[in-house]
């Protein structure tokens, strides 16, 4: 009865007391959840345990360090709801204006709002909105604190008709300077003669 009663107010703390309070509920780490009047249930999955709280179609934002805002069509919140596992994310930088500029699209994410730290995993794509480029990456890493992305697994960087392929890469949260290592090749929309695509990373 305490673990039930427990789960449920928690869900009480992240959801709010009512689906028409436009406010988002904080929480102790200084984010948010905030699923906007969509269902957020504890799923009955015998691989969530009983420390942990599982919420679907969930939206989180930040106020500490750096601003973001994560939706996702699932989100796994440790005990302390200072960790989470996110599934379908949808994941956008956000200035102090509350213009998005950046946004990441990416199978899964690790939060850790703690440290403002988050790993996209999976074929991962990050977009400098208005701009014609994109990055796609096997591993995506942003460090809030840092305000920088690190990318692993295998890089390629396309601008309008040029593509260039690396195996890491580093770049401003901004996505306006980026620095690709590791075997960097490139093309143009004519090709390059002798130039072969990469494979892709394993």
């Known amino acids: 009865m305490r673990i039930i009663l427990t789960i449920l107010s928690t869900l009480l703390f992240l959801v709010g007391c009512g689906s028409d309070d436009p406010q988002p509920t904080p ?34 934002k930040t106020r500490q360090g750096q601003k973001w ?24 930088l956000i ?19 703690d440290e403002e730290v988050v790993v996209f995993t999976g074929e991962t794509v990050a977009t400098r909105l208005g701009f014609p480029e994109s990055l796609r990456v096997q591993k995506l890493v942003y460090k809030g604190k840092e ?6 697994g ?14 890491t890469l580093t770049a401003t949260a901004e996505l306006d300077k980026v620095l690709l290592q590791g075997g960097v ?18």
């Open 95 to 113: 200035d102090e204006d509350g213009k998005k500029w950046v946004k990441v699209e990416s199978p899964g994410a690790d939060i850790d709002m």
């Open 154 to 167: 295998g890089v390629l960087w396309t601008r309008d008709t040029v593509k260039l392929w690396g195996e």
């Open 27 to 60: 929480s102790p780490t200084g984010g948010t959840a905030t699923p906007g009047g969509v269902s957020a249930s504890p799923a009955e999955d015998s691989n969530v345990g009983e420390d942990t709280v599982r919420l679907k179609k969930t939206t989180i």
């Open 185 to 202: 090749k490139g093309k143009t929309q004519g090709g390059f003669k002798g130039l072969k695509e990469p494979r892709k990373a394993d």
């Open 147 to 152: 305000r920088k992305f690190y990318g692993f």
């Open 69 to 92: 805002e994560l939706e996702a069509e699932k989100v796994d919140w440790e005990d302390d709801r200072s960790r989470a596992l996110a599934t379908d994310v949808d994941w956008w």
